[in-house]
């Protein structure tokens, strides 16, 4: 899993080396929604092949949303506490 | 919002090709998936080196800018460590993975089904997914309920571009900026928090 890590850093360097490339950066920024676009297919492919997966979507999408309204909430509630404290005092 | 509806192909296209038999079976093992995410972290990498902004925002600002997204992350957290402990199909460090996506489900649905599980990937994908969602629906809400900065916290890395006119329409165009730094300090984050989090806490 460092590998993962490693890799995009080496990646922050080039990019900060060519970033007055335009035409590098936007190749590399297509190449990624491309690269996205190859993944999602093989998440897909190997999600459609398992059916035990495929059984279990309704409950694995009920999971889902319990931690995804849970996240919401709860940066919320904390924005609203900084809201009070910190940026209204500020203006 | 074009990128998206690829997206949605994309997945959907091999959802179908992985029923039908004659799926090739060089796919199956993993292999190609983990040298296309070798490339995809080093290309993300190169966008967020070579992006002026995110460069000029933190000269500019420095730690005031820190100040939102770090709201959305401990707040997210905040609230998924105790509901995770009423789930039984995920632990909660595997729950904290998946909230860490803050919206990008693409990379963080993908980067969870390579290192960890294509069970807890698909749960970041529609966790993710789910996220923008109740963010595009209930912007207007949010403001009444809490307050001009709520509709950008719940975006997370999203409130660079896809969440972004519903931002500026529910909390004001003053809030464009705050918005725009927000998502972008996230999206380069997400990797490295969904990784160090499966890595540690899973």
Redesign the interface.
Known sequence: ?????L?????????????SNGR??RL??R???I????????????????PL??G??P???L??????????????????L???L??RKNR | MKTSLYILIAFVLGLLFGQTALSPGFLINGEPAKYTLYVLMLLVGISIGADHRSLNLIREQGFRLMVLPLVTIVGTFAAIIPVSALLTDVSTGESLAVGAGFGYYSLSGIIITRIHSETLGIIALLANVIREIITLVFAPVMVVWFGKLAPITAAGATSMDTTLPVITAASGREFSVIALAHGIILTIIVPVLVTTILMFFV
């Open positions: 899993m460092i590998e993962i890590l890799i995009m850093s080496a990646g922050i360097l080039i990019g900060y080396l060519i970033r590098l950066i590399a920024d190449m990624v929604i690269t996205i676009l190859v993944l999602l297919f093989f998440m897909g492919f190997t999600i459609g092949r398992d997966i495929m279990s979507l409950q694995l999408g999971t889902a949303l319990i931690l995804s309204v849970a996240g919401v909430t709860g940066s919320m509630l904390l924005a609203l900084v809201w009070k910190y940026f």
